[in-house]
């Protein structure tokens, strides 16, 4: 059990982290503005409020099923990842860190779904050089980052060990 607690020190920094940051925005940036400007524009921090999810899918949907759809199904979702994230002892450590990355993040955004009307704060940046259509990448904020590195981390762990143990299997067959 002591395993299991361990990452989820990962979960609650990355959810002190994502809070703050956002804080500090609020506070020094007016809505819907660039509060500095990095590398010629490359990288700005910004005050941008997303009622949608991912790149503002949903933002058209009323408050209701947006409320339900983007917070309490989500919410529902990260308590059964966590049932399962103690139930089972099927994870390796890099992928109950991983687990606790994306459930941390997704708590981030979920803070601000429930109790910031406006929406999500994100504040994050870049120019994206036109790739893909875009001049600029769409705006994020660290439980963002979190999500994406996490269950990426996740899915790669997830392929490797999977291959290792197919691996396993058919030199077994062969002994």
């Known amino acids: 059990m002591k395993n299991k607690i361990r ?3 990962l979960t609650v920094a990355i959810i002190i982290c994502d809070q703050v940051s956002k804080l500090i925005v609020l506070k020094n940036v007016d809505p819907y503005s660039i509060g500095a400007s990095f590398f010629n524009g490359f990288f700005r921090i910004v005050n941008i409020y997303n009622k949608g999810i991912a790149f503002s899918i949903g933002v058209g949907l009323s408050d209701n099923v947006r409320r339900f759809l983007f917070a ?43 109790f910031r009307p406006q929406g999500v704060v994100d504040w994050i940046d870049f120019r994206f050089f036109g790739l893909f259509g875009f001049e600029r990448f769409p705006t994020f904020n660290i439980a963002d980052a979190s999500v994406v590195v996490c269950g990426i981390l996740l899915v790669v762990s997830l392929i490797y060990t999977l291959s290792r143990e197919e691996k396993k299997i058919s030199e077994s067959k062969y002994e």
């Open 72 to 114: 309490l199904i989500p919410l529902l979702v990260l308590i059964l990842v966590l049932v399962f994230y103690f139930k089972s002892n099927d994870f390796t450590r890099i992928q109950e860190w991983a687990v606790c990355g994306i459930v941390g993040g997704g708590l981030g955004n979920l803070i601000d779904r429930f």
């Open 7 to 9: 990452p989820l020190f």
